[in-house]
């Protein structure tokens, strides 16, 4: 059975253990209702098929791959096509398989691979691969113009922001996230090849380590100014949240959105060397909340709520109005709430003996025009972070409904 | 058609259906048939249970029985998704026959429950005995028209590297700048059969840093320093004699040499992998910046390895001669945009976002044409 799976035990459930030899069993799809709440095992695969994309409210992996194209075809059907062709490889990688049904090493001798062979006998480490559509996808050149929805609008510009417009946007973008980090590399280098001619990689960006949590059963993991990131993130025991929050509704206005959310990514430029030589205290005291534990200050416990309303001895609120905790806080912003699902990045150095590190900012939401924004414009204008990070790249993403079975596609309530 | 045997398989995908009033077979188990009994294919919505991964070359008989809820279709693929075979409009409950002549090779099947997507594949290998490649009239033909493509192009490179060479040792720098485009084109368009002779592919057309321990920096970048950076060639006489030389020598073995139809194939992928290192980063020609002229002759080189094997690929892939006819358009227009007079515009003069775009096109290219390979040695 060539090429059926990288590794067989994780690749195929046990029926298609049980048929090895026997002959070639296909797998398309796993049960549709994994339990959420299970965490697993580092190595398992991630369900593909379902309602919602997977790699949202999925426990967030370690690692991250997130890649832009721009779609060079301007032909339709060939997009259609190379939508097609890469659910049927992602469908395959996130449970372990190779790219292509013959695999790394399955072909014929004289062709070159349809897989590029790297993440030979690694299990699927949780690889989850979701896909997302931006603004400029809806130009006129597919004939999109007048299905976007209008959460979609570009986002305003932030106070202070620095964008490179070529780490920025993007016709589409996919975010692959993994447990181990060349298993996330290869679904994102396959991707890439099996769409070269239809689409260019614009930009691409790896995150070495989580820094929110999307799950109960997950700690919430530090970002590299050495705070717990993502304490307030909705997680996906929250069910009646995420409706709320995360997921698009049939009646919020783009009907082919319905079982989508909306991705802001925002690369985020950290000078961590002048933050490393800040005061402990001006630390706690610009995030609002302490370092070690993470509670709000006047608090005992991480997830304690935050009370504002708090004075210290001195007549003074013990978290300022211009603290991170309350800048972002859902309270400063009618309950607006993200899901967060962000990495820290090291992108080497830059020259100037400083490490070009900070965080790779992922959020998942409703309608970003009402969560996000809202939450940005206050923090741009008046955090007192702002000394030290740089946003340095913004992206926007309508994320289409999950895909149900072998029969659908990436986009297909888009594009059919 | 003196190749009818072999073209004639590969033409005909002949299809029967049957109206399925015969039981389902259940999946056949054990391992591939030595002859070509039916091959039982248990279609669900969620699966394409195929009775065996491996069928002896000749006539298959595929016999597919829809045990889902959703119409369903059944495919065989050759590498590339051409289509040997297929059957469509298999309601539930009903089972249809596939006949199709499947020379040796490695294939896809699947299922598409819907009728839409790319299906539910499974590999597929055919084994069986096959002809030699070069017994192959059409292939025979393909490489000989190759030979005479490659013999004019060392004419013509004999010819201009002598000018080259001679405007050099009379010390006429301005001549040899205009020249060394002009003759490299000649050698560039075929380079992957001269790399054919390791030796003296880097003694002709080595960059400084190729050069090992105790070699000596010859040929035409060594030439191209001379006139372009240390702006000196009253000692370049004997370098350019060496060049000569070596380019003589080279062309003598390069029209001896017997190509397979492999290596026309595989030559006209490495012409462009050629450009995506070497001509759109601007290291080839790190002195004079004439890259796109080297760029140039490589996509007509590659293009006119892919011309030769036409009626090979026409006759098994007409898809793939479709797509390559595309994407060779679309390189030589991107590159067209920079033409200058009856040369091209140096490197240095092109900004980030144009030297992208011509990326992005060789990309668009390289990959049908790394497949040109496989489709040959079928």
Redesign the interface.
Known sequence: ????SRRKLFGLGAAGVA?A?????????LPEEAAPARTGSASDPVPFYGEHQAGIVTPAQDRLHFVAFDV?TKDRAELVDLL??W??AAARMTQGQDAG??GAV???????PDDTGEALGLPASGLTLTIGFGPSLFDGRFGLADRKPAALAELPKFPGEALLPEISGGDLCVQACAHDPQVAVHAIRNLA?IG???V?VRYSQLGFGRTSSTSRAQATPRNLMGFKDGTANLKLEDTDMLRDHLWVAEEDGAAWMAGGSYLVTRKIRMHIETWDRTSLTEQEAIFGRTKGEGAAHGMAKEFDEPDFAKKGPDGQPLIADIAHVKLAHPSSHGGARLLRRGYNFVDGSDGLGRLDAGLFFIAYQRDPHRQFVPVQLALARQDVLNEYIKHVSSGLFAIPPGVR?????WG?TLFS | MRNALLLGALALATLTACGGTEPAAP?????APAGNGKVAVAAS?????????EVAAGTATFSITNGGS?VTEFYVYA?GDRVMGEVENIVPGLTRDLVIELPA??Y??A???????????????VTGEHKPLTDDAQLAEATASYQRYVRSQTDALLVKTQEFVDAVKAGDQEKAKALFPVSRTYWERIEPVAEIFGDLDPKIDGREEVIEEGMEFTGYHRLEKDLWATKDISGSGPIADQLMSDVKLVVEKANAEKLSP?QL?NGAKELLDEVATGKITGEEDRYSHTDLWDFAANLEGSQAAVQALRPVLEARDAALVKTLDE?FTAAETALEAHRKGDGWKLHTELSKDEL?VLS?TI??????V??I??V??Q
């Open positions: 059975m060539p090429g059926i048929a030899g026997a002959g070639t069993l296909a797998v398309a799809s060079t097609q062709e659910t049927s049904t013959f399955g072909g014929v001798p004289e062709a070159p090849r070269f001619g239809k260019s079975d072998a029969g659908d596609y297909r | 999946a056949a188990s054990g391992s919505d969620t699966a394409c249970q195929v009775g065996t991964a959703k590498p090779g490695t896809e099947t299922c598409k429950p819907g009728m839409i997507g790319k299906g539910i594949r499974g590999p597929l290998k492999l194939g994407k992208k992005d990309n668009a290219l390289a990959e049908p790394s497949k390979a496989a040959v040695a």
